[in-house]
């Protein structure tokens, strides 16, 4: 099987991924994958639903096997449907993968080629939007504050290390404290020379 192209949206929870994702996922060639919004389509009266429930009300990410099984049965899905081609489309990567061992399993299918870090050094900052995201959008994990703090916890104990795994390739940075349209400017000036 041919491996996907992908670029990697990359940094702590708040930072602005889904925002961009979507943004940049609207243009042709693009396909944005957010692993957050494949959980939450699945029904949370089944098994599979109430499982991931267990771990994302607690801010704890869903175990790797049940994360890559979910994200891959998406992508077929999505072929399947025509919405993402694998052969024209770049996957934007949001939120997947989250540790070493979901990179490790995702090298198997995906081809990375770029790294685009979203940098925002002040919690405090994170930590507000997610509560406002809590508000607009009926996110439960968002809405305790204990649930957020160990959410970034987890970014910057699990997921952080990754910019070292993908050291070897282009790693893009981009100033997430801007304003979305300044964010969205910076990383097309990056892609555009990918
Ligand atoms: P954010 O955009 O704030 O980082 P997401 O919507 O991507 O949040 O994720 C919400 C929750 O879904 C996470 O806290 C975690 O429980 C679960 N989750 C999302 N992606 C993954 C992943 N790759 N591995 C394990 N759990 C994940």
Redesign the pocket.
């Known amino acids: 099987m041919k491996k996907y192209k992908a670029y990697i949206l990359f940094g ?3 930072c602005g ?2 925002t961009q994702g979507r943004a940049l996922g609207a243009l042709p060639g693009f396909f944005h994958c ?4 494949v ?2 389509a699945v029904p949370p009266t089944t098994s599979f639903g109430k499982r ?1 429930a267990e ?2 009300s607690r ?6 096997e049940i ?1 890559i099984q979910l ?1 891959q049965n998406y992508l077929h899905n999505c072929t399947q449907t025509r919405s993402f081609s694998p052969k024209a489309d770049r996957l934007l990567l ?6 070493i061992s ?1 990179a490790r399993l995702l090298d198997q299918h995906v081809q990375v080629e770029a790294v685009v870090n979203f940098q925002c050094s002040n919690r405090f900052e994170l930590v507000d939007r ?1 509560h406002r ?1 809590a508000v607009r959008e009926h ?1 439960l ?2 809405a305790k504050e204990e649930v957020i703090l160990h ?1 970034l916890d ?2 910057e104990n699990a997921t952080l290390a990754l910019l070292s795994y993908y050291r070897p390739l282009p790693i893009c940075a981009v100033n997430a404290q801007q304003s979305p349209t300044k964010v969205l400017f910076d990383i097309l000036s990056h892609i555009q020379h990918l």
């Open positions: 702590a929870p708040g991924k889904g957010a692993c957050g919004d959980f939450r991931i771990y994302s801010g704890e990410l869903v175990p790797d994360t994200w949001d939120g997947i993968p989250r540790n979901q997610l995201r996110r994990d968002d959410r987890v970014f």
